[in-house]
């Protein structure tokens, strides 16, 4: 991670950086399990997610560099162990996330901004989402649209593909 000297809380964007590594070499399902509920309880009835679970009282909507955890990890869980209850489990909340970030109209809702170029004070530019913030929301309505394939949701995949197509 990018300060372990000083940096304990479990960051959504460190996690899901790692994840697939980390199932590449370890099996670690129990673990990332335990990280996806934590992150999505630690989320609101909104549909937003935090940058970091469990919180510790952190309130911030980090959008989808941060939050798609929420939806990579489980992508990664079934991709390297070929189960999918983390995905039957988790997809209505991972639903309400793509919901919530598509009706902050693909403008990232503040953020911790360090994808901005030097000119920009905002995290939320007034032509669109950040261009790294967009791409990780293609890749997470991307991998939402595989996902319902999986679980025989094909309406919903369509509508995610559609949004993919959209973002991207």
């Not at 007034?126 to 890749?139: D, K, R, V």
């Amino acid at each position: 991670t990018d300060c372990p000297n000083r940096e304990k809380l479990g960051w959504a964007g460190d996690a899901h950086v790692t994840a697939e590594e980390a199932m590449f070499n370890f099996y670690c399902p129990q673990f990332y399990t335990k990280y996806v509920n934590d992150l999505f309880d630690s989320g609101n009835e909104n549909g937003m997610v935090p940058g970091i679970a469990p919180t510790y009282g952190w309130t911030g909507d980090e959008g989808p560099a941060w939050a798609g955890a929420g939806v990579v990890i489980p992508w990664h869980m079934y991709r390297y162990y070929g189960d999918t209850r983390m995905l039957e489990d988790q997809y209505e909340k991972m639903a309400k996330w793509i919901a919530h970030m598509k009706k902050a109209r693909g403008i990232l809702p503040g953020g911790l901004g360090d994808w901005l170029p030097p000119h920009m004070d905002t995290a939320a530019p007034p032509e669109g989402m950040a261009p790294i913030a967009g791409g990780y929301y293609h890749y997470c309505c991307d991998k939402m649209a595989r996902i319902a394939d999986i679980l025989g949701k094909h309406e919903d995949a369509k509508k995610y593909r559609d949004l993919a197509a959209k973002v991207g």
